[in-house]
């Protein structure tokens, strides 16, 4: 009989076991490991060919992660894929293959990120398992153990000379005494995570034992567009994250298994590949510029800087671009641990538990302050600011983007783990509901500013607020999963789009009605907001748009040829003022480059240059020769129009340290953290600051602007 097999690749992970080289933006899956083809690719190509006269392979279907939709459309463009807003573990994965393909169809359940040497064995042992399928049966393919694995789970199959087995149980991964009884029963096989069945089959075994997840992806499931599926995020999250083997697998009767050798390896960290590439454990292997002496049993691997080695052995030695690891070979649970610590912690590293201490204590404190406030119980709304006693001023008129600034300041007080959570969750959907019933335009959009009786003072739909609260519903939708947060930012978007798209020359208009000058500073803001929501939500619209805010920097904003980021445009994105006279915001130098940063780390899209010129221009040009403080604006000839200096420059510059270590040292970033608690943090009340001094340093703020509490939490966060 001719079996039909329509393979699913199941392409999530974390990136986590093999750090540096594998990351959460680019995992194992999407590099070449074993050979020169990325080992997602590997795993497609199995199926190019069919080996055995009686197997077709159909083109397979991806399901992986939104956040990787660039790296999949690049690397199988000819694949259906189906692409989820976050991870759910592998049940819901299988639900959604099986709601892809027909009850009829044969489906072939794999991970993305294995190794099968022995491809001709691994299709003789599709072909037994598909006639076992076709009668009914859920069929796995179980590992010949070759050594007492204690690091995979096993599959116990019934005695007997059958090619295919009853399953009679799966268990979890064994200590070594218990490797080593499997081993010498013989009943025993590597589980590899693999499965073969009817969609229908499966679909019916969902129903049966984890109705919530088959219900839970049907609700999710959208039709293919372009080859595309997109899971509804809201439905998708209220889906049980679990796996297959426990949802189905372990319950169901119809199990069972084909036993195969056919070189198979889950890659599941170094030593794994260094025994995959090499002959034998004294071996070294090595890729890059590497040079080892007197030494056995490495894997050392440059994607860059050379490598000199000597008079060690059994080791892992990786350096990136970024990053530099070395371990001990047999040690796979320490590359683990290592990279969450230094992804999780990159900003801190190399500065004081002192300092550190101190900026989580001052931040915890302005949260309480402004937690107690900030908000207006009589007319509602977030105060625009404190007076310098740290008193509120509630007869103050009220900007629009600060009340969006407040709403995204204590999502991210949840995020960083500040304690009075129920507090923070309060205050962000009282912002939240002020934003959607008092604050609308009634022709759509928002309003530019209120007086403090909640009517509007000015009723300009501005782009920057826009941004703002754009950036605000998706920080609270990500840390408390408010769908009237996602629904303010959704509404926000579509506003911009298509009111104040420029569709001629790109960006968007500055705001309605139309004014002049065009501002650079607004699309700076509208990048921040578009990557904050595809960060919360994966969508890949939101991505475009962020490209296209960078497109617009690196074609109109920057000038190459005197390092200047210019503030002010014509309609055409001329330059207002011809190239000696521009003005630029050295904040915004340093604020471009941190956003810029981001963009590359979800993107790829390189902008290293463009950032190390941004920040030593500033640095070089923007500073205060007597206080070292950056100030608020100058001209490229040299001319200062203004020389106070605010305290969101200063923040900036922070933040902008902390992701160049490159540009400047560990040792220049925390000294310039001094000095911002000594100038601005500690002269103000408590949780307050001081938001502008002088030329010579001296205090000139007359009130406490509540706009800042969103530049604290952005320059604090990475170190906390």
């Known amino acids: 009989m001719n079996y039909k097999i329509h393979p699913v690749i199941l392409c999530g992970g974390a990136g986590t076991r093999l750090w540096p080289l594998s990351t959460p933006a680019t995992p194992k899956q999407f590099l070449p490991l074993t050979t020169h083809r990325s080992m997602i690719e590997e795993t497609a190509f199995r199926f190019s060919s069919s080996l055995r006269p009686n197997l077709e392979f159909t083109q397979p279907l991806v399901i992986g992660s939104k956040r990787h939709a660039s790296l999949l459309a690049s690397t199988l463009p000819a694949s259906r894929k189906i692409l989820e807003p976050m991870g759910r573990n592998s049940a819901p994965a299988v639900a959604a293959a099986c709601l892809a393909n027909d009850p009829d169809d044969l489906v072939l359940i794999l991970p993305a990120d294995h190794d099968i040497r022995d491809v001709p064995a691994f299709q003789q ?5 598909a006639e076992a399928a076709e009668a009914g049966a859920i069929v796995t393919f179980g590992v010949q153990p070759s050594h007492p694995a204690t690091g995979y789970g096993y599959i116990k199959a019934e005695r007997g000379d059958a090619v295919v087995k009853n399953v009679e149980e799966f268990v979890e991964k064994p200590d070594l005494a218990t490797a080593e009884s499997y081993l010498k029963a013989g009943t025993y096989y590597w589980n590899a995570g693999i499965f073969l069945f009817k969609a229908g089959i499966m679909s019916d075994a969902l129903r049966q034992f984890a109705p919530d997840i088959l219900t839970g992806t049907e609700n999710a499931m959208r039709p293919f567009e372009n080859q595309t599926a997109h899971l509804d995020p809201e439905a998708f999250s209220n889906t049980p994250s679990i796996s297959i083997d426990y949802a189905v697998m372990e319950k169901a009767e119809n199990v069972q298994t084909v036993p195969v050798q056919m070189g198979w390896s889950d890659v599941g960290g170094y030593r794994a590949l260094h025994d995959l590439l090499t002959e034998e454990e004294t071996a070294n292997y090595s890729s890059g510029p590497v040079f080892a002496t007197d030494s056995e049993g490495l894997y050392v691997r440059s994607e860059g800087p050379a490598i000199a080695v000597n008079g060690v052995s059994n080791l892992v030695i990786i350096a990136t671009e970024n990053e530099v690891m070395i371990t001990p070979t047999s040690d796979d649970a320490a590359v683990k641990k290592l990279g969450a610590e230094v992804q999780n912690k990159r900003a801190q590293l190399g500065f004081s538990e002192t300092l550190k201490s101190r900026a989580k204590e001052w931040l915890w404190q302005a949260f309480e302050t402004w937690s107690e406030k900030a908000w207006d119980d009589g007319q509602g709304g977030f105060v625009e600011q404190l007076d310098l006693d740290g008193n509120p001023d509630r007869g103050a008129d009220r ?61 300009r739909r501005d782009l920057y607020d826009h941004a703002f609260i754009i950036l605000a519903g998706s920080a609270a939708y990500k840390a408390t999963g408010s769908a009237l947060g996602l629904k303010i930012a959704q509404d926000a978007m579509a506003f911009v789009d298509t009111q104040l798209k420029d569709q001629s020359l790109g960006g968007w208009l500055e705001a309605l009605p139309a004014t002049l000058p065009r501002r650079s500073n607004p699309h700076m803001h509208m990048l921040e907001a578009m990557l904050a929501y595809h960060d919360a939500t994966g969508d890949l619209a939101a991505l475009d748009r962020a490209g296209e805010c960078v497109t617009l920097f690196e074609k109109f904003f920057f000038d190459p040829a005197t390092d200047v980021m210019s503030e002010f445009f014509q309609q055409d994105w001329a330059t207002a003022e011809t190239p000696v006279e521009t003005v630029f915001e050295p904040g915004h130098h340093y604020e471009w480059a941190t956003l810029l940063s981001m963009h590359e780390s979800v993107s790829g899209h390189d902008s290293l240059s463009w950032r190390r010129r941004l920040i030593r221009y500033a640095d070089a040009n923007g500073l205060n020769a007597e206080t070292g403080l950056a100030m608020n604006a100058r001209r490229a000839n040299g001319e200062i129009t203004n020389a106070n200096s605010r305290l ?28 911002i608690f000594e100038v601005y943090l500690d002269q103000g ?36």
């Open 648 to 675: 969101w420059h200063q923040l900036e510059m922070f933040r902008a340290y902390l992701l160049h270590p490159g540009v400047a040292s560990r040792a220049k970033a925390g000294a310039l953290l001094e000095q």
């Open 399 to 459: 900007r629009v983007r600060v009340q969006a600034r407040q709403v995204y300041s204590f999502a991210q007080a949840i995020e960083l783990g500040w304690p009075e959570t129920d507090t923070a969750k309060s205050l962000i959907e009282r912002g939240l509901d002020y934003l959607d019933t008092r604050l609308r335009h009634p022709e759509g959009g928002w309003v530019h500013i209120i007086a403090a009786d909640g009517t509007p003072s000015d009723q």
């Open 685 to 720: 009340p408590a949780g307050g600051w001081i938001d502008e001094v002088d030329a010579s340093g001296a205090p000139i703020a007359k009130a406490v602007p509540a706009s800042m509490l969103y530049h604290a939490v952005t320059a604090f966060a990475p170190l906390i």
């Open 125 to 129: 042992a599709i072909a037994l398992a």
